[in-house]
């Protein structure tokens, strides 16, 4: 008798590990970034899927933008990935060495810029004392890292990346605030 369980979500593996400690949104997320990278032909989940993926789910990570423009300018360049933006990426593993890289999340098929990123995130969570990562920590680790394709993408649709990060510290400390996590 085959297992009804994918490969890699058996109790105890990394990813039910990693599953654990992201909110509902954020499993969604990289879900859906793992669809991506799949049909995409890729051999890594990379931090350009995570964006792509935060930005079509999340409606927190939307929220921090300046404005409706930049997030539909990113999402024209995420799209447009597969068919000429992007294909210097296929194939190639994204490393940028711009940030230390983490070895905690030890989810196979990543980036090691992406599992950074994702380490990043479970950090900020538990730095605010919640139990569980959201989009907008994934967003904040993803722009914490000059180098990686995510930012790239970010840059081209002209998204000021210090502007966004003080965007999203201010949204982390009013979620801090509502819900009690922060002091």
Do not use: N
Request: hydrophobic share 40%.
């Amino acid at each position: 008798m085959q297992s009804r369980t994918p490969p890699g979500a058996e109790p105890g593996s990394p990813r039910a590990e990693l599953d654990s400690r992201l909110s509902a949104e954020l499993t969604s997320v990289v879900a859906g970034a793992r669809r991506r990278a799949v049909r995409d032909g890729d051999r890594q989940i990379d931090t350009a899927h995570l964006l792509h993926s935060l930005l079509e789910s999340d409606p927190a990570v939307r929220a921090v933008f300046e404005d409706g423009g930049q997030v539909v300018r990113l999402l024209g360049y995420l799209v447009q990935r597969s068919i000429g933006y992007g294909l210097q990426w296929q194939g190639t593993v994204e490393d940028s060495g711009a940030v230390p890289m983490v070895t905690a999340v030890k989810e196979a098929g990543w980036s090691p810029a992406a599992a950074t990123a994702m380490e990043m995130a479970l950090d900020r969570a538990e730095l605010r004392g919640d139990p569980r990562a959201l989009g907008i920590d994934l967003l904040a680790g993803l722009a914490a890292d000059p180098e990686c394709r995510a930012v790239e993408v970010l840059g081209r649709a002209g998204v000021d990346v210090p502007r966004l990060l003080a965007r999203v510290e201010a949204g982390c400390q009013e979620y801090a605030e509502e819900y009690g996590t922060g002091s």
